[in-house]
């Protein structure tokens, strides 16, 4: 079955620190890789997706993730952490009925 | 238009109550899909509809019954709910329910659903 694994259930980082967010998913051809970020009591918002067009993706909010087919990784970073990155972030996999296969979620926190 | 609306964000029903969830989307998406969220955990699967018919069922019990009237609305009716039904429920929308990166789902903001 697949699943994606996200390493950390909470990453704290300091205002204009790198964030850095794990994610494996399952090998499969092709891989249907997103990240969607959650804002406390709201719905979810798509961040970025892998198309295979490139192996780096941007995203918004200066988000960007780069898909490792070697080591089935799809992690999620940001060079500068701002106060209102702080959320819930998701790393997803489109599975074969078109369902999404979410991972557990990672908390960011941003101090100040 | 890329918004999905989610009607009410708020409800508090008891036990013998009969409510209904409302999702609309503008975008001429062809599936929608119900989940439901409980606090620190990611959303979870509960129907999917294709094409105005339902597609995926994920053995919800029969207390909650969705509905989608034409390609634009989608219904979850609520009947006899217990107190663990309790959750965020998000209604999405993407162009087709296939596999594809094109195909990203577009989330409602939800409704927050007390059972008391």
């Known amino acids: 079955a697949q699943s994606v694994t996200q390493l950390g259930s909470h990453v704290s980082v300091s205002e204009g620190a790198l964030v850095l967010l794990r994610c494996n998913y399952s090998?499969?051809?092709?891989?249907?890789l997103f990240w969607y970020v959650q804002y406390p009591n709201q719905g979810l918002q798509l961040l970025l997706k892998?198309?295979?067009?490139?192996?780096l993706v941007k995203g918004i909010n200066g988000f960007e993730a780069e898909f490792k087919k070697s080591e089935t990784s799809f992690h999620l970073t940001k060079p500068s952490a701002h106060m209102s990155d702080a959320a819930e972030y998701f790393c997803?996999?489109?599975?074969?009925?078109?369902?999404?296969?979410f991972g557990k979620g990672t908390k960011l926190s941003v101090k100040p | 238009d890329t918004e999905v609306t989610q009607t009410p964000k708020h409800l508090v029903m008891g036990m013998t109550n009969k409510k209904s969830l409302k999702c609309e989307q503008h975008?001429?998406?062809?599936?929608m899909y119900w989940y439901k969220q409980k606090a620190k955990k990611p959303p979870e699967l509960m129907f999917v509809?294709?094409?105005?018919?339902?597609?995926i069922n994920e053995s919800v019990p029969s207390r909650f019954s969705p509905e989608c009237p034409n390609s634009s609305l989608l219904n979850l009716h609520l009947h006899a709910l217990q107190p663990e039904d309790s959750a965020l429920y998000l209604c999405?929308?993407?162009?087709?329910?296939?596999?594809?990166?094109?195909?990203?789902?577009?989330f409602g903001p939800g409704t927050r659903l007390t059972v008391l």
């Open positions: 997803v996999q489109g599975g074969s009925q078109g369902n999404l296969i």
């Open positions: 975008m001429g998406h062809r599936a």
């Open positions: 892998y198309t295979s067009a490139a192996t």
């Open positions: 509809y294709s094409y105005e018919k339902l597609s």
């Open positions: 999405a929308s993407s162009q087709e329910a296939s596999p594809s990166s094109y195909n990203e789902q577009f």
């Open positions: 090998s499969s051809v092709p891989p249907y």
